[in-house]
Nanobody, 116 residues
Framework: QVQLVESGGGLVQAGGSLRLSCAAS????????MGWYRQAPGKQRESVAT???????YHEDSVKGRFTISRDIAKNTVYLQMNSLKPEDTAVYYC??????????WGQGTQVTVSS
């Protein structure tokens, strides 16, 4: 029922920056939390960063100090600012919306490729 559309991925050199956007079809405050996940070839999908309904943020250890999750409630959008990108950050990045109590919603993903 809820649609999530990711954008902002692309090809960037190591040390560069990208800003990912996740636009939701409804208020993001209806979700218990929103998050960014990534999946590299041959690896399991992993959490990158989450933001709760209250606005608390959490970041995976490997991206702390480099990535920042934020939101614009009026625009129903969650962002992931990615700085100091490394080749190991290369993956498909997915947006997730978890309403608590029933199944989560996922976007279709956006490719991030970091060249060395």
């Amino acid at each position: 029922q809820v649609q999530l559309v990711e954008s902002g991925g692309g090809l960037v050199q190591a040390g560069g920056s990208l800003r990912l956007s996740c636009a939701a079809s409804g208020s993001i405050l209806s979700m218990n939390y929103m998050g960014w996940y990534r999946q590299a070839p041959g690896k399991q999908r992993e959490s990158v960063a989450t933001i709760t309904r209250a606005g608390n943020t959490y970041h995976e250890d490997s991206v702390k100090g480099r990535f920042t999750i934020s939101r614009d409630i009026a625009k129903n959008t969650v962002y992931l600012q990615m700085n100091s990108l490394k080749p190991e950050d290369t993956a498909v990045y997915y947006c997730k919306a978890d309403p608590r109590g029933y199944g989560a919603y996922w976007g279709q993903g956006t490719q991030v490729t970091v060249s060395s």
